[in-house]
């Protein structure tokens, strides 16, 4: 039976735009993008992961957890504990006009938010002390119950981020032998002592969790899906290699393997999985990630598939080696692994990220267990090395011509050799000369014509921009800081943006994709 076919958006929620946001996307804008993406045709939206990062660190695959929410993502004006009489106190005059700074810029600024957001959580948090935790009243205890809930990651990370916090935001490696190696009574004088920082932690991703709900129930009601992205690993300062350290193989980096693009292979300073631990304990980690994510999303991409299979890790500046080492044991512990974490993720849809050196028996358990794998239109190629028609995709992957990590189409279409130029725009039935509007929306017809189930567009796509998202190893402002051209409320309201919008509807219902 024929698969429904739809389309979405990649939109990393860090760049959505509102008249009410503090210069970086919230996650009470979630429910308006989706009902303004639905009017036009879209049903999935898609988001880089949101989790908590350190300060300093701008990536989204940088976080400090694999769990806790980013409180820089919180929406201010529904925080219940927080009247707007009691944001401009917060804030002062200096505060506010920072604030309303801070909303013009056209790309993110990290520090500046943080730090001005915090004040207003800090706030928040002092009256919801003062005027619930200290009567012991329903809304206290509702945060009892959703630490106790939320047991597995919880306590460790408030812990985690209040220690941090007292040892000047350095992480945990270079803490007192016992805090790094978590002696139980050295930790229980910790709580003891940070026991209202730990409190305030906690306080914030109830909140945050609280808000995410919410949001999800509005896209929802949208008939639009939320999609994420699951990160393969979470960084070696996370309140999670700190507390899960046994999981995890520090003796080694992860990385990749020499390629036609580096001799020596690549280093990206992350911990790697200790797979005999993990195995002993059935995968339980893994299974509860996955889990977590299918309670924030529809549906996920999982980073670097092929890593389940098989890590490549190396010590110091010799090459490395794959484990597993064995084919076949790669192809079995691939198996399993995917399987557990398919499971755990009940009801929510997976999407592979099967892109760069992939073996065949990847690709082969990906069909076999019916996970899409990534199609970008550029690299999909014969055997013959001519581009492959869209319209011989496998039903049961994700067409696309971009990711975060590549140019949005005008610039890719640009970058590519003058052969794969001519082969695509022949593809699409248009031509290199042709006006650059005409040639875009031929390309565009040919993505979401293609017999993929999902075809996915960049945020960036839809207006037309060739700003990236991420350039891979470069590091800079540049990086991770996009923001819309316009708040959401008044996207419609511009002509040249709306004429954008109602172009890509006109295609995706044309192309039978708009449900």
């Not at 709900?213 to 639009?224: M, N, P, S, T």
């Not at 690993?233 to 990385?255: I, K, N, P, T, Y």
């Not at 890790?313 to 692994?337: I, S």
């Amino acid at each position: 039976m024929a698969r429904v076919k739809v389309a979405g958006v990649t939109l990393p929620l860090f760049s959505l735009r509102s008249e009410g946001d503090w210069g970086i996307g919230e996650i009470g804008a979630l429910g308006a993008c989706a009902a303004l993406l639905r009017r036009h045709g879209f049903s999935i939206v898609q988001l880089l992961p949101p989790h908590e990062l350190a300060r300093g660190e701008t990536s989204p695959y940088g976080a400090r957890t694999g769990f806790g929410l980013d409180p820089i993502y919180a929406t201010v004006s529904a925080l219940p504990d927080l009247a707007e009489r009691d944001v401009a106190r917060a804030l002062g005059d200096d505060g506010v006009r920072e604030r309303d700074a801070l909303r013009a810029l056209p790309g993110v600024d990290y520090a500046r938010v943080r730090t001005l957001k915090m004040r207003a959580l800090e706030a928040a948090f002092e009256n919801f002390e003062e005027r619930e935790w200290k009567r012991g009243t329903a809304r206290a205890a509702r945060l009892r119950a959703f630490v106790a809930r939320e047991e597995l990651w919880e306590n460790d990370l408030s812990l985690y981020v209040a220690l941090r916090e007292e040892h000047g935001g350095t992480g945990w490696s270079t803490w007192p032998m016992s805090e790094k190696t978590r002696d139980p009574a050295t930790l229980d004088d910790a709580r003891a002592r940070l026991d209202a920082r730990v409190r305030f932690h906690q306080y914030l991703q109830w909140q945050l969790f609280e808000q995410w709900d919410a949001a999800r129930a509005a896209v929802e009601r949208e008939g639009v899906q939320l999609y994420g992205d699951l990160p393969f690993v979470v960084g070696r300062e996370s309140a999670d290699v700190w507390s899960c350290s046994r999981l995890f193989r520090q003796d080694v980096d992860l990385g990749a393997p020499p390629d036609e693009f580096s001799a020596t292979g690549q280093s990206w300073g992350l911990p790697a999985y200790d797979w005999a631990a993990l195995e002993a304990e059935q995968h339980a980690w893994l299974r509860a990630r996955a889990a977590h994510a299918a309670r924030l999303y529809h549906g996920f991409r999982m980073d670097h598939v092929v890593g389940y299979f098989r890590q490549y890790v190396r010590k110091g500046e010799a090459l490395g080696d794959f484990d597993p080492k064995d084919e076949r044991d790669q192809e079995a512990h691939g198996r399993r692994v995917l399987a557990a974490m398919r499971a755990a993720a009940q009801p929510a849809s997976i999407i592979a990220e099967d892109l760069g050196v992939i073996p065949a028996f990847v690709r082969q358990t990906l069909a076999d267990l019916e996970l899409p794998g990534y199609k970008i239109i550029p690299w999909e190629k014969e055997a013959d090395e001519t581009l492959r028609d869209p319209a011989a995709f496998p039903e049961i992957s994700v067409a696309s011509y971009s990711t975060h990590d590549t140019p949005p189409l005008l610039a890719f279409f640009d970058s590519l050799p003058a052969r794969d130029r001519t082969a695509l725009a022949a593809l699409a039935k248009t031509t290199e000369e042709a006006p650059e509007p005409e040639r875009e929306r031929a390309l565009l017809e040919l993505l979401f014509s293609a017999r993929s189930s999902l075809a996915m567009v960049l945020v960036t796509e839809i207006f037309g921009e060739r700003t990236r998202i991420n350039t891979p190893n470069s590091v800079g402002e540049q990086n991770w800081s996009y923001r819309l051209p316009a708040p959401l409320e008044r996207l419609e309201s511009d002509p040249r943006l709306r004429a954008r919008l109602e172009m890509l509807g006109a295609l995706v219902r044309a192309s039978g994709r708009a449900g």
